[in-house]
């Protein structure tokens, strides 16, 4: 077991560079440090935060508890089942460097992903999403450790519960669980999600007739990088609220106002509103309070400008909230986890 670190810095653990420190921080490779960690009855009695890339965080506090940092690392090609060419990977693995490697076997499923911050073991607990793919389009199953019971469990995709940037893990009944690796179903025969408008057009003008998933992955990148900051660059944790939904009247409604609301007709009958858009409508692109401000590019990132604590984030997230619920009735949820 690594040793358990005291009073430990996590601003270069988290995405949005914000400073904070650990009461106690932990590296873990792998179940066996879990387990001892369970069987010290001092350490087992303390609130515990599972960290993998730190960029789906914002912490506001210090963490008065232990610190479980995911690290362990292995990726491999496990073969063909029912069709599918199952991949796994341990949690700690870079995500994007593990979609590039995925890529770099000929496998293609996961280009959508490309260019998403974090780690492996993250991509399921968010249940990451971009450009017409979720995880759990291409999720196959997944190794836990129950801190409650000490087994190490396998799920299936229903017993991970996915729901757009949800899952169990995010949930009273699954915070006990502490993933440990994630196998991936990448297809066999492979053809191009191009559903994503924006993505097809980009598809179209590069002159990709017969586009390969490197070539698709190469695009996506490109308009990320375009679009988003690098949060080596400035902090950030990417897409700070979730695109609401919204029923069918309401966004009937609101096209009444204002007809060149952005929406999305969903398979339930409800509407996905662009949570950048309405916040672009509200004039915040570009804005700051304090040290914190709205990436100039999309207004959907909100962005450390040096020096920011967590609490100036969330001043600007409230802000932005107040005034997109005053002129469209419509809430908007952070992505983030507040710490």
Same mark, same amino acid.
């Given at each position: 077991?690594h040793? +358990?670190?005291?009073?430990?810095?996590?601003?270069?653990?988290?995405t949005?560079?914000?400073?904070? @420190?650990? *009461?106690?921080?932990?590296?873990?490779?792998?179940?066996?440090?879990?387990?001892?960690?369970?069987?010290?009855?001092?350490?087992?009695?303390?609130?515990?935060?599972?960290?993998?890339?730190?960029?789906?965080?914002?912490?506001? *506090?210090?963490?008065?508890?232990?610190?479980?940092?995911?690290?362990?690392?292995?990726?491999?090609?496990?073969?063909?089942?029912?069709?599918?060419?199952?991949?796994?990977?341990? &949690?700690?693995?870079?995500?994007?460097?593990?979609?590039?490697?995925?890529?770099?076997?000929?496998?293609?499923?996961?280009?959508?992903?490309?260019?998403i911050?974090?780690?492996?073991?993250a991509?399921?607990?968010?249940?990451?999403?971009?450009?017409?793919?979720?995880?759990?389009?291409?999720?196959?199953?997944?190794?836990?450790?129950?801190?409650a019971?000490?087994?190490?469990?396998?799920?299936?995709?229903?017993?991970? *519960?996915?729901?757009?940037?949800?899952s169990?893990?995010?949930?009273?009944?699954?915070?006990?669980?502490?993933?440990?690796?994630?196998?991936? &179903?990448?297809?066999?025969?492979?053809?191009?999600?191009?559903?994503?408008?924006?993505?097809?057009?980009?598809?179209?003008?590069?002159?990709?007739?017969?586009?390969?998933?490197?070539?698709?992955? !190469?695009?996506?990148?490109? +308009?990320? !990088? @375009?679009?988003?900051?690098?949060?080596?660059?400035?902090?950030?944790?990417?897409?700070?609220?979730?695109?609401?939904?919204?029923?069918?009247?309401?966004?009937?409604?609101?096209?009444?106002?204002?007809?060149?609301?952005?929406?999305?007709?969903?398979?339930?009958?409800?509407?996905?509103?662009?949570?950048?858009?309405?916040?672009?409508?509200?004039?915040?692109?570009? !804005?700051?309070?304090?040290?914190?401000?709205?990436?100039?590019?999309?207004?959907?990132?909100?962005?450390?400008?040096?020096?920011?604590?967590?609490?100036?984030?969330? @001043?600007?997230? @409230?802000?932005?909230q &107040?005034?997109?619920?005053? *002129?469209?009735?419509?809430?908007?949820?952070?992505?983030?986890?507040?710490?």
């Amino acid at each position: 077991m690594h040793a +358990i670190l005291h009073d430990h810095p996590l601003d270069s653990l988290n995405t949005f560079r914000i400073p904070a @420190r650990a *009461r106690h921080y932990l590296r873990v490779d792998g179940a066996e440090q879990l387990a001892a960690l369970r069987a010290d009855p001092g350490l087992a009695a303390l609130p515990r935060l599972v960290l993998g890339g730190g960029s789906n965080m914002l912490f506001t *506090r210090d963490v008065d508890g232990v610190v479980l940092h995911m690290t362990g690392l292995g990726k491999e090609v496990l073969g063909e089942h029912e069709g599918k060419i199952l991949v796994r990977a341990q &949690a700690g693995e870079n995500w994007h460097a593990f979609v590039q490697w995925t890529l770099a076997q000929g496998l293609g499923g996961l280009e959508n992903l490309s260019l998403i911050p974090g780690t492996v073991g993250a991509a399921p607990i968010q249940n990451v999403g971009a450009y017409g793919t979720e995880t759990r389009d291409v999720f196959h199953c997944l190794s836990a450790f129950d801190m409650a019971s000490g087994e190490v469990l396998t799920l299936d995709a229903a017993a991970c *519960r996915f729901a757009y940037r949800d899952s169990v893990f995010k949930h009273a009944e699954g915070r006990a669980l502490v993933v440990l690796d994630v196998t991936f &179903a990448l297809p066999a025969t492979w053809s191009p999600n191009l559903r994503y408008a924006e993505l097809a057009r980009a598809v179209e003008e590069a002159g990709l007739a017969a586009p390969t998933p490197q070539d698709v992955g !190469r695009t996506v990148e490109a +308009i990320r !990088r @375009r679009k988003l900051p690098d949060p080596q660059e400035i902090g950030n944790a990417g897409s700070f609220f979730k695109n609401p939904v919204v029923s069918q009247e309401h966004c009937a409604r609101l096209l009444v106002e204002f007809p060149n609301l952005v929406h999305h007709a969903q398979a339930d009958g409800s509407e996905k509103l662009a949570a950048g858009w309405l916040i672009d409508q509200c004039g915040w692109k570009g !804005r700051s309070l304090g040290r914190a401000g709205v990436y100039p590019k999309q207004a959907l990132v909100l962005v450390n400008l040096g020096g920011a604590t967590g609490d100036e984030v969330v @001043r600007l997230a @409230r802000a932005i909230q &107040a005034d997109v619920k005053a *002129r469209y009735g419509v809430e908007l949820e952070p992505e983030p986890v507040f710490i």
